[in-house]
């Protein structure tokens, strides 16, 4: 099992920045996918991006394409989600998660979660 810690949640103003890391640890993520979801308030959990360790292909939803941005420091074993112009509808706790199988778009695949990071837009 991995272990795995986001940091870098925080409260910013529609239009802002932020950037999401999640700190991996417990295993060599050669073969895994890890992946970005968030959950508003009253909704389901939502898969946001996910990126595949070793080739560094990355996946996104449609909602988020072209304003977030997945990447992985192999060094760190951490995963980055870098989120600009943010919207009051993207408030939601972003979780990291990694999927051992290297699916990256199979949710049910992901086994592993962190604790979760609270974003808060503002409008």
């Known amino acids: 099992q991995v272990q795995l810690v986001e940091s870098g949640g925080g409260l910013v103003q529609a239009g802002g920045s932020l950037r999401l890391s999640c700190a991996a640890s417990?295993?060599?993520?050669?073969?895994?996918?890890m992946g970005w979801f968030r959950q508003a308030p009253g909704k389901e959990r939502e898969y946001v991006a996910a990126?595949?360790?070793?080739?560094?292909?990355?996946y996104y939803a449609n909602s988020v394409k072209g304003r977030f941005t997945i990447s992985r420091d192999n060094a760190k074993n951490t995963v980055y989600l870098q989120m600009v112009s943010l919207k009051p509808e993207d408030t939601a706790v972003y979780y990291c998660?990694?999927?051992?199988?290297?699916?990256?778009?199979?949710?049910?695949?992901?086994?592993?979660w962190g604790q979760g990071t609270q974003v808060t837009v503002s409008s």
């Open positions: 998660a990694a999927d051992p199988t290297g699916a990256a778009v199979m949710t049910a695949r992901y086994g592993s």
């Open positions: 417990g295993r060599t993520l050669s073969s895994y996918a």
């Open positions: 990126i595949k360790w070793t080739s560094g292909r990355t």
